[in-house]
């Protein structure tokens, strides 16, 4: 198992994916974070009516595609507690604008989960 160092520009390419495990508990203290967010404007969230998940779906877009780019430094806290962040093949922080659009591409299906569609004729 590899063991995380700060410096990780002195690695090999194969050292610098993070182990399976690491990945899914760094995703879940992220959803724990956004999730308790979520709950603190509950009442405003069922205010809006359907809105509330476009403005759900910003919020989680502007968390993960900032935090996940050079702004954040390539890591979401979930990341940064478990030492381990976003990079390119050439092991820099990816922008913002490829951390946003994986974070759309990852999250907008999430955002469709259980939406009423008009039945089909």
Do not use: C, H
Request: hydrophobic letters at 50%; charged letters at 15%.
């Amino acid at each position: 198992m590899v063991q995380p160092t700060e410096d990780f520009s002195k690695q090999s390419p194969s050292r610098w994916v993070a182990g399976f495990w690491r990945r899914p508990f760094a995703f879940l203290t992220d959803y724990l974070i956004l999730g308790s967010i979520g709950m603190l404007l509950y009442d405003w969230l069922v205010s809006l009516g359907p809105l509330a998940r476009a403005v759900g779906l910003a919020m989680v877009l502007a968390y993960f595609g900032v935090m996940n780019s050079k702004i954040g430094r390539g890591q979401t806290v979930g990341k940064r507690l478990l030492k381990i962040k976003v990079v390119s093949e050439d092991n820099e922080s990816i922008g913002i604008r490829i951390s946003l659009l994986w974070a759309g591409v990852l999250l907008f299906p999430l955002t469709l989960n259980g939406i009423a569609l008009p039945p089909s004729q």
